[in-house]
């Protein structure tokens, strides 16, 4: 290997090492709090906006910007560069570790497209543009009354837990966590129920905000 290869390389493994981690940490711990967060909404209005988008102090909104928007960025463009040279290869190989990696790229497209539709419409938009934080009359409604929203919805939060939760093999073998087949079978099973849990959650909230709107 020459010289000029040597940096490039090792500047591909770090990037990919921080982009698997900033997917877990903080991002993936966020994702899980933030869905745990929206439960409320089965409590009514006051609760859920006062567990998901009132701050108790005024630089609280700032931190969870930096916090979480800051490694999102970051995992993007780490997701984007794989996209990029990502090569399937289920045409020849029907394994479903393959049939995995294509799902897995697919919906990092669709998860990237939902959470920049997310961020702008529940966080930015309302707070610097309307003035106020989100309300949960208008998600409500909009979850009732406005079927496209009710479908980017149930897809995004599909999309995002199974991104999530299928990531968990990824950095897991990345990081030197697990190594052996037997390890790597009871991860995946780990995974699957993590990635059940995390979607009932979910659609449990959009149920409850639709019920709440109807």
């Known amino acids: 290997m020459s010289e000029a290869a040597a940096p490039r390389v090792e500047g591909s493994f770090v ?3 921080l982009g698997s981690l900033v997917a877990i940490l903080p991002l993936g711990v966020w994702t899980v709090m933030h869905l745990w ?9 006051a609760a859920w906006e006062e567990s998901v988008t009132r701050a108790g102090h005024p ?3 700032f931190g969870t910007l930096l ?7 970051m995992h993007t463009a780490w997701g984007i560069s794989r996209l990029r040279t990502a090569r399937p290869n289920n045409a020849r190989y029907g394994f479903f570790a393959n049939l995995k990696y294509v799902v897995q790229r697919v919906s990092a497209v669709g998860v990237m497209l939902f959470l920049g539709a997310h961020v702008w419409k529940a966080m930015l938009e309302p707070r610097y543009v309307k003035g106020h934080p989100e309300t949960f009359a208008d998600i409500s409604y909009q979850m009732a009354h406005h079927t496209p929203t009710l479908v980017v919805y149930v897809l995004g939060t599909l999309g995002v837990t199974y991104h999530l939760t299928n990531g968990l093999s990824t950095f897991a073998v990345g990081w030197g966590l697990v190594g052996s087949r037997r ?3 009871k991860l995946e099973l780990v995974g699957w129920l993590a ?9 449990g909230v959009l149920f409850a905000m639709w019920r709440a709107g109807r």
């Open 183 to 185: 390890a790597l079978q």
């Open 37 to 45: 967060d929206n439960l409320a909404a089965f409590q009514g209005a």
């Open 15 to 17: 990037r990919a090492r």
């Open 195 to 203: 990635f059940a849990v995390l979607l009932l959650v979910a659609w």
């Open 67 to 73: 916090v979480v928007l800051v490694p999102l960025l």
């Open 59 to 61: 630089l609280a909104h």
